[in-house]
């Protein structure tokens, strides 16, 4: 999806489906969530992370693993930076087709270069447990591998939410 997006113009006409599925989200109800994300699979997560973070009385943490091709395929970068501004918010961009020699990310940016796989998401998680959520949103394959490497830690489904 990113890939087309990246082509439209001011004024081309678009049709839009969705959302689907119901994703219900209570204040205080996991200590950590853990959000990740592929290209245009972060519109969910600002949703859920503007939910958390414009709530005084909220103190969950959230951090969210965001995967990019290069740094100038990072959707919202703006939005991001102004979210990474709350004391409960925290983000990593991974970046997999990046030119490391003449990249220059911004100054405090969080950057990886390579891909989120199970080797990430175990130095990145809290342990399995039930303060724990991890919402998963990105292409189908992004998706499926991502649930298979979070079973291989330990997580169950109830801790599992993918968009």
């Not at 130095?123 to 499926?144: D, K």
Request: hydrophobic fraction near 40%; charged fraction near 20%; glycine fraction near 8%.
């Amino acid at each position: 999806m990113s890939r087309y997006v990246r082509t439209w113009q001011v004024g081309d006409m678009v049709e839009w489906r969705g959302p689907f599925g119901t994703f219900t989200y209570r204040a205080n109800q996991y200590h950590h969530v853990v959000m990740v994300a592929a290209g245009t699979g972060i519109t969910p997560m600002l949703q859920v992370a503007r939910c958390v973070l414009g709530n005084e009385e909220d103190e969950t943490l959230v951090r969210l693993l965001y995967a990019c091709r290069r740094y100038q395929d990072i959707l919202l970068k703006d939005v991001l930076d102004n979210l990474a501004a709350f004391w409960n918010f925290s983000v990593s961009y991974y970046l997999s087709q990046e030119d490391q020699k003449n990249f220059k990310p911004k100054y405090g940016d969080e950057i990886h270069h390579g891909r989120v796989d199970q080797a990430v998401l175990s130095a990145e998680l809290p342990p399995p447990g039930s303060g724990v959520l991890v919402l998963i949103c990105g292409t189908r394959s992004f998706n499926s591998d991502m649930e298979e490497s979070l079973k291989a830690l330990g997580f169950s489904q109830t801790n599992i939410f993918r968009f």
